[in-house]
């Protein structure tokens, strides 16, 4: 069974909390006694997903993170298992302590209701399973998007409809809390929380109504495929194969990529060793390489069409939704500042 | 078996990299135990003659005599590695090749009678090469999976991809685009494990050019970043302006 999500159906109309701001730390005090929390942290001038030690440290007021919150349950290097020459393979024991991804945006939620499909339907991956079952996600409502986001267009965002245990949106003076799952019930009611006032529900809305007037970037889903299917062959690929360094940062930091490479780590009796998986990338050049040496995409434009296709075209058959939430990662960290949405507006002649 | 026998040149180089061998340190006797360092002149009073199965070169090719060894390494050993980015092509000592010769000697030595320096070149230049080990220095990490891999007779896991790949997998904060620097790492070779980024300096290219590396673009971002065209020079010369890439990178502005 698909782990995205049979407490999901379970559970009808959200239930509605009031968490006031001065209760915020001593909630995350309770969740930490039960859960690893794990939330958005300052790194330098950026925010990285890392465990929370201390209520403080968390920012909720972050924008977007380096790498998203998927690194938590499809780890950037994961042992799989270790080996020895007689065949004995030792199987890496997942982590039992659950964890709370606290403070995740709806574009970064619904990215891994992605990869739950991904995932977990047609070749199950253990590892990531076994993580996801212990995962629970306090969702937050984007109140300022940043200055790539996108979510708006595709539906991914600012606020968030389903996949979350929990979802808060700060009203200014605390936290309006909807509960998603029966084990977000669980959890709100450790905590001897008031039930919100109807006039919470319109506080909400507000502030929604305020973040969707911020968005800088839009990407016009209409007739998508067919654009993108018309215009295979259109000059502005040419010019991305002279733009783009091949650095593969934007696959790197997308939350719905998903591939990966395995490598062996031999020990030095040369009888031992284990075997991990990292993440690997589509824009880069080894990527397509098969025995013999010959490359399906070789040039950088084949590269570059592939991961925007993908996102864009080729994920609707398989998961039945676009590859792409609108997070911006990838707009951000490209060094070349290459753009998907101006890609497609170029593609409509805009 | 017998152990597999090691060699280790030394050409025209600062020898961190054959100190490198050295600062295995730790494991250094578990590795004695896989193969024999049999010729090893930094380390060894005694040195054994060939052939060896793998040897390891250090160092650009810079005079008449080291051509001469090179080739002669070349013929005692079944596997010859290039070690380290001076050995690979040309590394720090290519950084004179864009100056005339005479002008660069005279920097450095008083009498010029006994000195026949010539372009510095990686060791390919002379000789076939079955292996580089890139890096300034090369990483002890690759070195050792290098000769694990070999004497399993598998094919090694040597990074070809950007530096940005481990420096996202490590999640640093991007100095170029978060930082406004100039940063190497686009185009230059991963397997450092994006040592400079990591710790807050921008990436040199030590590695040399990454697989696909399109330094006319980055060289056009560094215009846009305000830089002169000498200094973009400068930056893809300092460790691999031999390569065909990184020379590209020095010219496209
Ligand atoms: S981040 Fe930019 S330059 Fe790097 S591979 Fe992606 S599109 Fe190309
Ligand atoms: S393609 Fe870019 S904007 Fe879309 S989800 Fe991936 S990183 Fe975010
Ligand atoms: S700091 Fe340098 S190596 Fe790291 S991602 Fe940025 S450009 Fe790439
Ligand atoms: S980050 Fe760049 S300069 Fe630093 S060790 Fe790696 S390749 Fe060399």
Same mark, same amino acid.
């Given at each position: ?169 700060? $009203? ?97 009796? $040369? ?60 707009? /951000?960290?490209?060094?070349? /500042? ?13 | ?132 080990? /890139? ?15 070999? $004497? ?102």
């Amino acid at each position: 069974m698909s782990v995205a999500y049979a407490r999901q159906a379970e559970w009808g109309i959200p239930q509605l909390y009031l968490l006031p701001a001065a209760k915020l730390n001593p909630f995350l005090e309770e969740l930490k006694e039960y859960y690893t929390v794990i939330g958005p942290v300052a790194r330098g001038k950026e925010f990285v997903f890392a465990p929370v030690a201390k209520p403080e440290e968390l920012a909720l007021s972050y924008q977007t993170t380096l790498l998203p919150p998927k690194k938590v349950l499809h780890l950037p290097f994961e042992v799989l298992f270790s080996f020895h020459e007689d065949q004995q393979i030792v199987e890496t024991a997942p982590e039992q302590r659950p964890q709370v991804i606290f403070g995740i945006h709806p574009c970064d939620v619904r990215a891994i209701l992605i990869l739950d499909k991904a995932y977990t339907a047609e070749y199950p991956d253990p590892y990531y399973i076994a993580k996801r079952r212990h995962t629970l996600l306090v969702a937050l409502n984007c109140a300022e998007p940043g200055e790539n986001c996108f979510c708006q267009s595709l539906g991914t965002g600012p606020d968030l409809k389903e996949g979350y245990d929990l979802l808060l949106t700060d $009203l200014g003076h605390g936290y309006l809390i909807e509960v998603g799952s029966p084990w977000g019930r669980e959890l709100v009611q450790t905590m001897d929380l008031a039930p919100a006032p109807r006039v919470a529900m319109v506080e909400k809305q507000k502030v929604l109504e305020n973040a969707r007037r911020k968005f800088h970037k839009k990407l016009n889903t209409q007739g998508l495929p067919e654009l993108l299917e018309e215009n295979f062959r259109h000059p502005i690929w040419e010019e991305l194969m002279h733009d783009c360094l091949a650095c593969g940062s934007c696959t790197m930091v997308c939350p719905t990529c998903f591939c990966y490479n395995v490598v062996d780590k031999i020990d030095l009796n $040369l009888k031992s060793g284990k075997r991990q998986r990292e993440w690997d990338s589509c824009m880069l050049l080894e990527y397509a390489q098969v025995a013999l040496g010959h490359n399906f995409r070789k040039d950088r434009d084949a590269r570059v069409k592939q991961r925007i296709y993908h996102k864009l075209v080729y994920y609707e058959p398989q998961f039945s939704t676009l590859g792409c939430v609108g997070c911006g990662r990838c707009i /951000k960290t490209c060094v070349k /500042k290459i753009d998907i949405t101006d890609v497609i507006s170029r593609l409509r002649g805009e | 078996m017998s152990k597999p026998r090691v060699a280790v040149y030394k050409m025209s180089s600062c020898a961190g990299c054959q100190l490198e061998i050295l600062n295995l340190e730790p494991i250094l006797l578990d590795l004695l135990g896989t193969v024999e360092l049999s010729y090893f002149v930094m380390a060894r009073r005694e040195n054994e003659p060939g052939p060896y199965d793998i040897g390891l070169v250090e160092g650009a090719i810079t005079c008449g005599e080291e051509i001469e060894r090179l080739k002669k390494a070349r013929q005692e050993c079944h596997l010859l590695v290039a070690l380290g980015s001076c050995a690979c092509y040309g590394g720090l000592p290519s950084i004179k090749n864009w100056q005339p010769q005479r002008v660069v000697e005279s920097r450095v030595y008083d009498n010029l009678a006994a000195i026949h320096s010539t372009t510095a070149y990686g060791i390919d230049y002379y000789v076939p090469v079955d292996a580089y080990l /890139k890096g300034c220095p090369v990483s002890r990490e690759e070195l050792l999976d290098f000769i694990k891999s070999t $004497l399993l007779g598998v094919r090694p896991y040597l990074r070809p991809h950007s530096v940005c790949v481990e420096c996202k997998l490590h999640e640093n904060v991007c100095l170029f685009v978060t930082d406004g620097a100039i940063c190497l790492g686009p185009v230059t070779t991963a397997g450092c494990g994006a040592l400079c980024p990591s710790r807050g300096k921008p990436c040199d290219g030590c590695r040399g050019p990454a697989n696909d590396a399109n330094t006319v673009s980055l060289a056009q971002t560094m215009v846009s970043y305000g830089l002169h065209h000498s200094d973009i020079a400068r930056y893809f010369r300092k460790f691999a302006g031999m390569t065909p890439e990184f020379s590209k990178g020095a010219e496209a502005v």
